[in-house]
């Protein structure tokens, strides 16, 4: 499978059991992000040719192999134009490793065939994400999903 490197960090796919493990990590804590990580496996499971843009990403540093984070691209649909979703953990927030990884995950997925763009969704209130998307050349496409404002990065071609 693919990795996705960058100057600190590294990303690389969740494997089912490792989506599992999650999925009963957050079970009790955090029912959304439960929710959140069912979907993807049940995306890995019935669309096995698109893996890689349903399984959670698993965002470590390169040099001690420490978890820092994860993505998602939330499926590929067919317009071209996955969305992807993100966190960091909180002990490694502020130190760009969000604007690193997504960065180097969204070159990765404009340098699949047939993407067009990648679209991301932010809460209204989360300035953190916003100056990601910001950091990174995403832009308001003025309409607004479950979560809050959207926005896209397109290919630079």
Not at 42 to 53: D, F, K, T
Not at 59 to 73: A, L, N, Q
């Amino acid at each position: 499978m693919d990795r996705i490197e960058s100057g600190r960090l590294y990303m690389a796919p969740m494997t089912p059991d490792e989506l599992s493990a999650l999925i009963e990590q957050c079970r009790e804590n955090d029912p959304e992000l439960c929710q959140a990580y069912t979907e993807m496996l049940c995306g890995c499971i019935s669309e096995p040719e698109q893996y890689l843009w349903h399984t959670a990403w698993c965002i470590r540093r390169r040099e001690s192999g420490e978890m820092v984070g994860d993505f998602c691209f939330k499926g590929l649909p067919e317009n071209g134009c996955p969305e992807i979703g993100y966190g960091i953990i909180g002990a490694h927030q502020g130190k760009g490793y969000a604007t690193e990884a997504i960065g180097a995950a969204c070159r990765w997925a404009l340098s699949q065939p047939g993407i067009k763009a990648v679209e991301a969704e932010t809460a209204p209130d989360n300035t953190a994400s916003q100056k990601v998307l910001s950091k990174l050349g995403f832009v308001p496409t003025g309409s607004a999903g479950e979560e809050g404002p959207r926005y896209i990065l397109y290919s630079p071609d």
